[in-house]
């Protein structure tokens, strides 16, 4: 058993979604990836398109996280930064790549697409980078030590996302366990505080929710201790029984977990 | 005419945003409601249940921003945690506020809940802080100095911001204009640098989609000042027109802006 705890730090940059503009989806994206691979996404930076943001934020997240992902800023406009800071927050340099641009003239020949230098833009690569394939539109991203550049078109966050995967060291998975309460949470706050108290390798959160005609809680307990969490989980349980037999509540069976 | 720039840092507390489990949609709100503002919203950061990094985010953001807006871990149950690490921060106590209380216990009697330590725990407000009333729960947000912190279920964080929003002070509120292209941001991006170098006070940003039958380019142009903005969208405008006319191009009348 792998008992690694693999972190990781997304960094989203783009103007778009700081002016509400877009709603991002890249975020729930990675956090379910990360979770599938037993990687623990420990923190979410958004920034602006503003080069010395990116840099200081890259900065600070790959000497903390075991990866980066980022997500944005990697087409062919003047806006498209990503690449830079990050040459920068390496101090390396940021040739046009000649794979990088191969992919991009194959697919552009195919379209009767012209080579401009705005277009080539996107060939950049800061030296000593691998690249990320891109199959939806030819544009690479790329790693450079733990950080890994992405798109921010969702579609192509996602392949780039499954084409790092097998690459990615995952950690000790995440188990989890839901518990179903027809109560709001203050009922449940004191002795649930008192399992928890008990439990330090078990998270247990709560979260409350309208559903089936009354407020409900869901309670979802997560370890890497499979044991452990199965005797907190049957605890909550327990605890959940008692209230639903004392205030006489009948959950209908679709609102288990 | 009001020049000053008015900044924010919002700080999203969760796991279950980070596990992936549940989507938030708190980012997007709050952008659209400082963009509303005149309010920047300036760097978003998504940290975990973890009562350290809260502090050091909120500390980190307080300094940099006009306003940092939390939210999220203010309910009854033990996973909550956000106004434990806002009164570490700000190096105060954390009792029970006597108007808190009031507001939550005449909530309960309506409603026939019991009043519980776990509940109670909602009443805790840092020393020195304001409350921020909470029309729909009754469990209030506070602010202490420059940090407003608030709920995390959306409907709460909604009425809780609509409730500071005549508190802030609103900056130089950024206009916007928007001009659609028929074609891919490649086929802009030199002549488009070209005017954005030349316009330093706007920003220019690219968004590529798919509409209409084919891959579209919406420009966003993005200004404190509207003559500058006018200006510079249309020669935006008129580099659209050119290429239109060289590819002979026709947007049907609902994908212009």
Redesign the interface.
């Known amino acids: 058993m792998n008992a690694k705890i693999v972190t990781a730090g997304l960094l989203?940059i783009g103007?778009?979604?700081?002016?509400?503009?877009?709603?991002?989806?890249n975020?729930?994206a990675t956090?379910?990836?990360?979770?599938d691979l037993g990687i623990?996404?420990?923190?979410?930076?958004?920034?602006?398109?503003v080069i010395d943001?990116i840099v200081e934020a890259v900065n600070a997240l790959r000497k903390r996280y075991t990866y980066v992902f980022t997500t944005g800023g990697i087409?062919?406009?003047?806006?498209d930064i990503t690449a830079d800071a990050i040459a920068r927050a390496f101090g390396v340099a940021l040739p046009i790549h000649p794979v990088a641009r191969e992919m991009l003239e194959s697919r552009w020949k195919e379209s009767g697409?012209e080579v401009?230098?705005?277009?080539l833009?996107m060939a950049r690569i800061p030296e000593g980078a691998d690249l990320v394939v891109n199959a939806v539109s030819a544009a690479p991203g790329f790693r450079i030590a733990n950080v890994y550049v992405m798109a921010g078109?969702p579609v192509i966050m996602k392949a780039m996302l499954e084409a790092i995967a097998p690459t990615l060291e995952g950690g000790r998975k995440?188990e989890?366990r839901s518990v179903s309460a027809g109560v709001g949470?203050?009922?449940?706050?004191?002795p649930?505080?008192e399992i928890?108290?008990r439990y330090d390798d078990v998270?247990?959160?709560?979260?409350?929710q309208m559903g089936y005609g009354h407020i409900m809680t869901y309670l979802?307990l997560?370890s890497h201790d499979i044991a452990r969490l199965d005797t907190a989980t049957a605890e909550v349980q327990a605890l959940v029984d008692k209230i639903h037999r004392d205030k006489n509540i009948t959950l209908p069976e679709e609102a288990k977990p």
Chains 1, 2 share one sequence.
Request: proline share 5%; hydrophobic share 35%; net charge negative.
């Open positions: 989203v103007d778009e979604i700081l002016s509400g503009r877009t709603k991002d989806v975020i729930n956090a379910q990836f990360c979770t623990e996404l420990s923190e979410v930076r958004v920034v602006p398109d943001t087409g062919p406009t003047h806006d697409t401009t230098a705005a277009r833009r078109v995440v989890s949470e203050g009922a449940l706050g004191d649930l505080a928890q108290s998270k247990i959160g709560s979260y409350p979802v997560r």
